[in-house]
């Protein structure tokens, strides 16, 4: 009897032991979705160095890109461009544009080129629709990142979600023509407070 108990506990304790291993596994790729439960819900720099990061290594990993380093025996320089805020909310663009050239500059893949805020004359290339080969000259590089950010606002009975989504486009800086777009969303969760009368 008392061997039949040991023996059940035995197995009780594989059980426990294998969920355990088990669930964490499954429910990583979960984290990778960008879901993030936060207290207050709002986007801040860590949710910026997480899309930047990931959409930097999409472009990086893209076949234009694979193509381009091929073709030319080097790595594409590429310059940050104007990036966009067409969500409700005041985020600073130009912190995103910061993110996007450090995950750059640790990207590996691909080069950066100066900051946008020492080049002026990008940005009246950028509204320039004949621009031509100038653009390409001037700034030096073979592509311009541009991008939006957006956001979403979901109200449910006891959580609220805020969804922002990051668009970044690999435009070619002689034709400018879009040879490439990445996207990446961060998902906030937070509870919402109830009055009690």
């Known amino acids: 009897m008392n061997f039949m108990r040991k023996q059940g506990l035995f ?3 594989l ?3 294998f969920y355990s291993i088990v669930f964490p596994i499954y429910a990583s790729p979960a984290q990778r979705t960008s879901k993030v439960k936060d ?3 709002f986007w801040n720099e860590n949710d910026i160095r997480i899309v930047t ?3 930097v290594q999409k472009i990086g990993e893209s076949d234009k ?3 381009f380093s091929k073709e030319n025996g080097r790595k594409p320089f590429v310059v940050v461009g104007r990036i966009k805020n067409e969500s409700s909310e005041r985020i600073d663009t130009k912190l995103v544009a910061k993110k996007l050239q450090d995950a750059i500059i640790e990207s590996g893949t691909i080069e950066f080129v100066a900051d946008k ?3 002026p004359i990008l940005e009246n290339a950028e509204n320039t629709e004949n621009a031509e080969n100038t653009e390409n000259s001037v700034i030096g590089a073979d592509f311009i990142l541009t991008g939006t950010v957006k956001s979403l606002v979901e109200n449910g009975k006891k959580e609220q ?3 922002y989504f990051v668009t970044i486009q690999l435009v070619d800086a002689q034709t ?3 040879i490439f777009s990445a996207d990446e969303k961060i998902i906030k969760i937070f509870k919402t407070s109830k009055k009690h009368y």
Request: aromatic content about 8%; charged content about 30%.
């Open 176 to 178: 400018h023509k879009i």
């Open 15 to 17: 059980i426990i032991a």
């Open 53 to 55: 990061t990931t959409i």
């Open 161 to 163: 979600q805020r969804v």
């Open 39 to 41: 207290i207050n819900g």
């Open 11 to 13: 197995f009780f304790t």
């Open 117 to 119: 805020d020492e080049r």
């Open 65 to 67: 890109i694979r193509e």
